[in-house]
């Protein structure tokens, strides 16, 4: 049953009405929605609320409108507010998803990467040796690099959810080089990654990609926290 809108913007308090039912199940995906009459009914809102309201919840990717047949439930999730969620977690639990990640897509570059890819990859870790003591310039290339290899990976939805999940990688990736109580991954470390997807080692390079990582992540597990702030 949809709560009834008594006060406050009426488009935001509908897209919340309505997005708040689908997270807790009314709708299921691939559901139909009722007609805008009765949902607007159930509102107390007028039809133009309800269907802007809708356009909303379509531009964030939870609903579609298909023409002379209704409107659907794509996802139970605003994508944005996921994103949100992710960033408010812990960075150990951020960086723990970057690790299942960045290993597959490493141990799947080692068996799929291109010269186009390889050359790519060298680029990024080139400049991210250039980049001396240039602190941004160095995340900003590390960045570059990390990417390179999930593309490498050429799995079209592996490389989606790591850009889904980029702002998470930014905010591990940052973080482990500002924090002095984190270990930071060197430049050799990387460049021992890339032999590895480079000479086609699947298992060395899936391993090299968890050993970047899992230093910083056991200082952040240890009983201190010293990194959960």
């Given at each position: 049953?949809?709560?009834?809108?008594?006060?406050?913007?009426?488009?935001?308090?509908?897209?919340?009405?309505?997005?708040?039912?689908?997270?807790?199940?009314?709708?299921?995906?691939?559901?139909?929605?009722?007609?805008?009459t009765d949902l607007a009914e159930s509102l107390g809102v007028s039809r133009n609320t309800v269907r802007e309201a809708v356009r909303v919840l379509v531009h964030a990717g939870m609903l579609e409108t298909r023409q002379g047949d209704g409107t659907y439930v794509m996802a139970t999730r605003d994508a944005g507010e996921t994103l949100r969620r992710i960033a408010a977690t812990e960075l150990a639990d951020q960086l723990e998803v970057r690790i299942m990640l960045e290993s597959e897509a490493a141990r799947l570059a080692a068996s799929r990467r291109s010269q186009d890819d390889l050359a790519r990859m060298t680029e990024a870790l080139d400049a991210r040796a250039r980049s001396g003591a240039d602190?941004?310039?160095?995340?900003?290339?590390?960045?570059r690099f990390h990417r390179a290899?999930?593309?490498?990976?050429?799995?079209?939805a592996l490389l989606e959810l790591y850009d889904y999940f980029a702002h998470g990688v930014s905010q591990t990736i940052q973080q482990?080089?500002?924090?002095?109580?984190?270990?930071?991954?060197?430049?050799?470390?990387?460049?021992?990654?890339?032999?590895?997807?480079?000479?086609?080692?699947?298992?060395?390079?899936?391993?090299?990609?968890?050993?970047?990582?899992?230093?910083?992540?056991?200082v952040l597990r240890q009983p201190t926290e010293i990194g959960s702030r």
């Open positions: 049953m949809l709560t009834r809108i008594r006060k406050g913007s009426l488009v935001e308090t509908a897209i919340e009405a309505l997005k708040s039912a689908i997270e807790q199940g009314q709708w299921t995906v691939g559901a139909r929605l009722p007609v805008e602190l941004d310039e160095r995340i900003r290339q590390d960045q290899v999930v593309q490498a990976a050429h799995n079209p482990t080089e500002r924090d002095a109580n984190l270990p930071e991954p060197s430049q050799e470390e990387h460049e021992l990654l890339l032999a590895a997807i480079r000479r086609a080692d699947p298992a060395q390079a899936g391993q090299l990609a968890r050993r970047l990582l899992e230093p910083s992540l056991a």
